[in-house]
């Protein structure tokens, strides 16, 4: 029974979003950032990122890459399934900063039905995914399936500890290069990230 809740609201959900075709909802709020941490994605546009395999060029003050592939609709940072072009494959998108130091990372992110993401830590990608239904971590109990889940990435010198609502990620930490910016995957399916901050640690 509980499994076809969850599959019921997720396809529920799924509807909307494609129906508005925008990625739904207010993200900016009335949230505020943590004293400490600074915003990496301001709400608005997609300044501070860039699209490498592109071009490499800075992406201040635009809303969208040049491909549409990703977006910013309502306060939320959307890749699409597909770009202007109907290709899909994957795309990644990077800030234009290196994070060198330790540090904490939080974001939210909100995943279609089977959709398939990542976030790079330095390089190396953290699968980020609607866990239930594309794994690798199914046996989560307080992922939302077509809702907003939180990320949080703690990185000490070349270890990235990951937890999704305070639920570990994988049995331990996971290695990382020691430089290197943080980044966002379009693999499969819609998706939607907001609230990326970071608290550089001394």
Do not use: H
Not at 14 to 26: D, P, R, Y
Not at 112 to 130: F, K, N
Not at 146 to 154: F, R, T, V
Not at 173 to 191: C, D, H, N, T
């Amino acid at each position: 029974m509980r499994r076809g809740f969850r599959w019921g609201a997720a396809v529920g959900w799924a509807l909307v979003l494609w129906g508005t075709g925008t990625g739904g909802g207010q993200a900016a709020d009335d949230f505020r950032v943590e004293e400490g941490f600074v915003s990496l994605f301001n709400g608005k546009d997609l300044t501070g990122w860039v699209y490498p395999k592109k071009d490499g060029s800075s992406l201040d003050g635009k809303m969208e890459t040049p491909d549409q592939r990703f977006q910013v609709a309502d306060g939320v940072i959307v890749i699409r399934a597909k770009d202007k072009d109907g290709k899909g494959g994957i795309r990644d998108l990077y800030t234009s900063r290196s994070f060198d130091k330790d540090f904490d990372l939080k974001l939210e992110f909100r995943a279609a039905p089977r959709a398939d993401s990542g976030v790079y830590i330095r390089g190396t990608q953290l699968q980020v995914r609607d866990y239930p239904t594309v794994g690798p971590y199914k046996d989560l109990t307080k992922f939302k399936p077509g809702d907003w889940n939180e990320l949080e990435i703690s990185v000490r010198g070349t270890e990235a500890t990951c937890r999704c609502n305070g639920e570990l990620l994988g049995k331990g930490p996971m290695k990382v290069p020691a430089k290197g910016g943080i980044g966002l995957q379009a693999e499969s399916g819609q998706f939607e990230f907001r609230r990326i901050r970071i608290r550089e640690l001394p």
